[in-house]
């Protein structure tokens, strides 16, 4: 009986030292009924919180404070919430239409020279020569090339045909006509600027050009100053890091010289523009409408914006390694990055943002990218919300894409088609390419173009699980109103040049009148890529774009082909 009796007090004791002072003043058998009800009320609230953590742990992106834990109501309120964002498989209504921009008839490029422009046979001086040497990738050696032509005008001097950057990031081995129609490149200006091919020899003696560089947003007084003497004295000048070095001050006819050149001389080569047709024909076989997005979602992207995407201490130390290749670049907040709208969106929110904005989940999307940080994981949110997406290697194939994959210039040149033909076009930064295709779009015809309004958008992301569907859908809505690429939305003189090009972007007055009698859903009038109509006289131009800088909403990102030269001040 003893025994039993010992046997039934260390079951249900055990852990309780403190019985043992009990029992030693026998009042044992009194304690035994209430510390036997607070083993069963211990053992029930475990039970209870084993029962809530998988729901609490697999909410992992909605934050539960200390104090929701002892307030009953704000925890089953959060949990319940976790339920209420759906996300739907329709766009659902955005009271626009999705493909085209309103009044977008109204206003088209002009960039034809005005009579008294000097044409190049007045304007170029014997035995004057300019040489650059561009920088970066593909879309930020375009704007060298652009900027080029524009100061052998400014400076009364011949040409000659740019060098392209060979040494950057992406080691490309590719010369200019490899890329571009030189000889196209020649004729379509030799009004403006006399062009040659090679530097030729005074008399018997070859040229030596003077090297140096001009700082960056170098104006028409600057060129004369800082260039004029040397080509005096030496007869060529060869420009070295020549991307961004003209400013956004110019007159209007030289900024409408920049345009010819960017938007009808630099023509891809023939079989770069056959391959990229071919990717965009084989996409509109499979759907009338595609969107074109430019990702940038690579590793070397990611490092040099310093965010953080949850990868933990494997992707701080891949990042990190690749963030050494800028040694004059400094460390960053990550959440400060992330709320100051400077960091790509991630594909999965890439994703709610297209859908709170209106495309459906048959929408057929093209992404313009090198390889994903992540790879098909990091994809696959996007490819959850939109099942048809392509890319360059799921629409060619591999013997197709021979001649173009060794070389990232013709690759990007690849992406740039497909992305300038598609009916929208949705960057995820505000690097070169991004600014180049908005110009683009705008000048022929103000295609939509997206830009994710990613400091407003920030907040959004973090507290959606806060809100129903319908609640972040209207907000996300209303946070890109002045982002979505419609007629005037980036007031003349904002931004960068090849961005907003309001200087050869004019207004047609008469398509205005036609168009409160022409018949609905027809268009007034069709605009043919490469033309310029000579009647200018019923348009208004924009005029000059200035060095203002673009709004505090706006995006202002480089592309990591070019921090070289900006971390340095250059």
């Not at 990550?334 to 048959?362: I, Q, S």
């Not at 609905?520 to 009647?535: C, I, L, Q, R, V």
Request: aromatic content about 10%; proline content about 4%; hydrophobic content about 35%.
């Amino acid at each position: 009986m003893k025994n039993k009796k010992h046997h039934h007090e260390a079951t249900v004791f055990v852990g309780f030292p403190i019985v043992v002072l009990f029992r030693r003043r026998g009042r044992i058998f009194q304690l035994i009924p209430l510390l036997s009800a607070l083993y069963g009320v211990i053992l029930l609230l475990f039970l209870f919180l084993s029962y809530l953590s998988p729901s609490i742990n697999s909410s992992h992106r909605h934050f539960i404070s200390r104090s929701s834990f002892n307030n009953g109501k704000e925890l089953r309120k959060n949990l319940l919430e976790e339920h209420v964002f759906q996300v739907p498989m329709e766009g659902g209504s955005l009271n626009r239409d999705l493909w085209s921009r309103k009044k977008s008839n109204f206003y088209r490029g002009c960039s034809i020279a005005a009579d008294d422009f000097p044409t190049a046979q007045v304007n170029t001086l014997p035995n004057r020569y300019l040489l650059i040497a561009t920088s970066g990738g593909l879309n930020q050696q375009r704007t060298g090339i652009i900027d080029a032509v524009v100061a052998a005008h400014i400076l009364n001097s011949v040409l000659v045909i740019p060098k392209l950057d060979q040494q950057s990031y992406w080691k490309d081995s590719s010369n200019f006509s490899e890329i571009f129609d030189v000889n196209w490149f020649i004729s379509y200006l030799s009004k403006d600027v006399k062009i040659i091919k090679d530097l030729p020899r005074m008399g018997n003696k070859l040229i030596n050009p003077h090297t140096t560089r001009v700082p960056r947003k170098c104006n028409a007084e600057c060129y004369k100053t800082r260039i004029e003497p040397i080509l005096n004295k030496q007869h060529a000048v060869r420009l070295t890091k020549f991307d961004y070095r003209l400013s956004n001050r110019l007159d209007t006819e030289l900024q409408k010289l920049r345009c010819r050149v960017n938007y009808h001389a630099l023509k891809f080569t023939d079989p770069i523009i056959e391959m990229g047709r071919k990717l965009v024909e084989r996409i509109r076989k499979k759907s009338k409408h595609f969107l074109a997005l430019h990702l940038r979602f690579e590793s070397d992207m990611l490092a040099f914006s310093g965010c953080y995407y949850g990868g933990g201490e494997k992707e701080r130390r891949e990042l990190g390694k690749i963030r050494k290749r800028w040694k004059t670049l400094h460390a960053r907040n990550p959440d400060k990055e992330r709320k100051n709208g400077k960091c790509p969106l991630t594909p999965e929110e890439v994703g709610l943002m297209l859908r709170a904005l209106g495309f459906d989940n048959d929408v057929h999307i093209y992404v313009a990218s090198g390889e994903i940080y992540g790879g098909e994981e990091t994809l696959a949110p996007l490819k959850a919300f939109f099942p048809n997406i392509y890319t360059k290697e799921t629409l060619a194939s591999r013997e197709e894409l021979a001649p173009f994959s060794s070389f990232s210039s013709r690759m990007a040149a690849l992406d740039f088609i497909v992305c300038d033909e598609s009916d929208v076009f949705v960057s995820n930064n505000n690097g070169n390419m991004a600014r180049m295709l908005a110009g683009r779009r705008r000048y022929f015809g103000h295609k939509p173009t997206i830009r994710p309004n990613a400091k407003k958008l920030y907040k959004l992301f973090t507290n959606r699980n806060n809100m129903t569907w319908e609640e972040f859908a209207s907000h996300v809505q209303k946070h890109q109103i002045g982002f979505m690429g419609d007629p005037m939305e980036v007031a003349p003189g904002k931004g960068e040049f090849h961005e907003n090009p309001s200087a050869c972007i004019c207004e047609d007055s008469n398509v205005k009148a036609r168009e409160d009698v022409t018949i609905p859903g027809n268009p007034a009038m069709n605009f043919e890529k490469g033309t310029d109509s000579a009647d200018d006289g019923a348009r208004r131009s924009f005029g000059e774009v200035t060095d203002s800088y673009i709004s505090e909403d706006e995006q202002d990102w480089f592309d990591t082909d070019d921090i070289e030269n900006e971390v340095a001040g250059l």
